[in-house]
């Protein structure tokens, strides 16, 4: 069964960065694909990227030029490095897998990110 666990996250000023990390486990095999969504306080899960083991990416257009994603297919471990973070990134973040085409997300519990002066 498949085991999905962010880490990194924390409480930064306004034009700071950080880097969320996420592995799955109890797999072995490469998640099709893998990728990140947040969620803040009273909002619905907004998703931020994607990248696939061949190596598609995508990226929100509301976070593009702040965020990327990467990933070690081999070793199921995706990262997300934020940088000039604003008080409207507050939110939580979750780390998702997707096994195969056409399966859903395997989540994470998720890793809280604060940002505020």
């Known amino acids: 069964q498949v085991q999905v666990a962010e880490s990194g996250g924390g409480s930064v000023q306004p034009g700071e960065s950080l880097r969320l990390s996420c592995a799955a486990s109890g797999i072995s095999i490469s998640c099709y694909a893998m990728g990140w969504y947040r969620q803040a306080p009273g909002m619905q899960r907004e998703w931020l990227a994607t990248k696939t083991n061949i190596g598609r990416t995508t990226v929100s257009g509301a976070v593009k030029d702040r965020f990327t994603i990467s990933r070690d297919g081999e070793k199921n471990t995706v990262l997300l490095q934020m940088d000039s973070l604003k008080p409207e990134d507050t939110a939580v973040y979750y780390c998702?897998?997707?096994?195969?085409?056409?399966?859903?997300?395997?989540w994470g519990q998720g890793t809280q990110v604060t940002v505020s002066s």
């Open positions: 998702f897998c997707i096994l195969k085409i056409g399966e859903g997300q395997k």
